[in-house]
């Protein structure tokens, strides 16, 4: 379908040029960070909480999302995206809480290191040891002690691949659950392997064409883009992974690997569920979630963590 009159207006208005002007991570922080909504028209939770937790690495920032007054609660550790070098708490506030009170999870929502100032692996390392450190404290978070699930948007969804891949080799704890929305999953743009990233490259928000500088201030140095940390897409065996929910959008240059990646759990027999959002572009939660074609993407979200 095309894009939404809405959003298309948006687009409209953004000016365009064949010159794309270099990227600075603290004038895309600038542009990225800024919420959308003021905190007293965003979805109300039961309990917010602002916590400094200590890691082998470093001091991470978490704010926990509690939905209601209850004995025990299920987890979801929440990784926010920004191309691995913007976002932060503040800025993922108004699309935590939806998923927080429409699934009934706790979630912890992490902070984590950002380059260029602490590139591949710090994101990843800090986000594996907080879900970690959530297990560990179970009675003081109240966690059920079954159902630990992770969600993250664009680079985020990286990090939930990531983190749950860690999870399975490793086993030091046991993912349920992983909430993949609109993933970046494939770090090499030496080419564009996916029809997406040339369909919808140029004039939706994402251009393709600047992804590999961006990339480049997360991946400093000899670090091999085919490493499934890195890019999780090259991961041949995704057998005995989370049961997954991967969300795309229409106008996405990142659309076609994350519905790759989708088909590549169901191959191992991994259940999956796969939606794609007609219509809209990359980024819409938060900023276009309070059209009627998208509102739904939360409830869908809840209705995933809290299926069998």
Known sequence: MPVHPEIKKILDFIPTTDTKPKIIPEEHRKMFDAPILPVEQRVQVYGVEERTIPTIEADISVRIYTPKEAESYPILMYFHGGAFMSGNLESHDEVVRPICMESGYKVISVGYRLAPEHPFPAALV???????????????????????????????????????????????????KQVLFYPSLDLDFSEFRYPSLVENGKGYFVESDQLAEINSFYLIGDVDTDNPLVSPIREENLENLPTALVITAEYDPFRDEGELFAGNLKKCGVPVELKRYEGVTHGFLGKFTHLDEYKDVYKRTGEFLNSK
Not at 147 to 159: E, I, K, P, W, Y
């Open 126 to 176: 800090d986000c594996y040891h907080l879900t970690k450190w959530a297990t560990e404290n179970k009675d003081e978070l109240k966690w059920d002690g079954e159902n630990l699930a992770v969600a993250g948007d664009s680079s985020g969804g990286n990090l939930v691949a990531a983190v749950s891949l860690m999870a399975r080799d490793k086993q030091e704890f046991t993912i349920t």
